[in-house]
């Protein structure tokens, strides 16, 4: 996995400094210009997708936490620094999963607990991305660009959308972690962790179940990931090319279904530069100011995601000392 996770890296690397190479750097340079510091405005808006995303997960958190030791502040950091080692770091997209989990543990919240309601949001944000796509298509009114067919984008739309939908019926009527778990223990020999599959199964059941909370957690979920479109609008506008909502939507939307395909591709380098170009050609935006557009995003994902990191890194630090010196 880490082999691939790296040649991935690196392939999506060679092709992301490819499209800057290849493209009109003078149209690509003009357009930061007029950008200006004004595009630095971007950096607090991404606040309202971090606190959406923490409103989501706090929903599901809600009955595991009843005195309220997760305040917000709290679980949005958490978001932050999930986002900052899921873009910043080389981990399949699963790392701040599990960061998660650990960080929500600090306040005293279970791990099984955590661990279920991180899943069941992850699944929430899968639909929700996919949802955001099938928008996407249907604003897009399934034209077809660059050799991809009508038939072959609702087919990728619907799979997308199929899977997460299928692995919460799984996991609501079934045992998937009990049933991996004897899996494992075939392979390995190692029979330490029925215990704690069978309660996770059992956690991941209860949260399913709340669907008033399920509902309210996926349409926080939907705005967290639509509210990204502005930034694609906004940073557009100040480039000199204003688009309509629709198309910022379309690019948007779009892009974050190829990222979610790509998740293997650390950073999804090159493939949200590629995505955001090819679709730009459809809607009449030139390259250069479509790749603009991506490095905005770039820019952005590296001012919150590096602080994000460093504070995670100096938290856990602190907690270690602390352990330490109440060893000794």
Do not use: N
């Not at 003078?26 to 959406?52: D, M, S």
Request: with cysteine; glycine share 10%.
């Amino acid at each position: 996995m880490k082999i691939a996770l790296y040649i991935s890296g690196l392939l999506g690397l060679a092709l992301l400094l490819g499209l800057v190479l290849r493209s009109d750097l003078h149209g690509l340079l003009h357009a930061v210009a007029l950008g200006g510091a004004t595009i630095f405005w971007l950096i607090p808006y991404r606040l309202l997708f971090f606190v959406l995303y923490a409103l989501g997960w706090d929903v599901l958190l809600r009955p595991y936490d009843p005195h309220r030791r997760l305040s917000l502040p709290y679980v949005t950091w958490i978001a932050i620094v999930r986002e900052g080692i899921d873009r910043l770091l080389p981990v399949a997209s699963v790392g701040g999963a599990v960061a998660g989990v650990r960080l929500a543990g600090w306040r005293g919240i279970g791990i099984a607990a955590a661990c279920a309601t991180v899943i069941v949001e992850v699944l929430l944000t899968l639909t929700a991305v996919w949802i955001f796509a099938d928008i996407g298509l249907a604003l897009l009114r399934f034209r077809s660009f660059s050799g991809v067919t009508r038939g072959g984008l609702v087919l990728v739309a619907l799979g997308g959308l199929l899977l997460p939908l299928l692995l919460a019926v799984a996991m609501r009527y079934g045992a998937v972690f009990s049933r991996l778990e004897r899996v494992l223990s075939h392979l390995t020999g190692l029979r330490t962790l029925a215990r704690g599959a069978d309660t996770l199964d059992t956690e991941v059941r209860a949260t399913l179940r709340r669907k008033g909370r399920i509902l309210a957690s996926g349409l926080l979920q939907l705005a967290a990931v639509a509210s990204a479109a502005f930034e694609v609008w906004f940073a557009l506008r100040l480039f000199g090319h204003p688009v309509s909502v629709r198309a910022a939507l379309i690019m948007e939307s779009l892009m974050q279904a190829a990222r979610h395909l790509a998740f293997l591709v650390p950073a999804a380098l090159g493939v949200q530069e590629i995505t955001l170009i090819v679709l730009g050609g459809t809607l009449g935006v030139p390259s250069d100011l479509a790749l603009a557009v991506s490095l905005v995003k770039r820019l952005r994902e590296i001012l919150w995601g590096v602080p994000a990191l460093i504070s995670w890194q100096w938290s856990e630090g602190r907690r270690l000392r602390g352990s330490t010196a109440k060893a000794s």
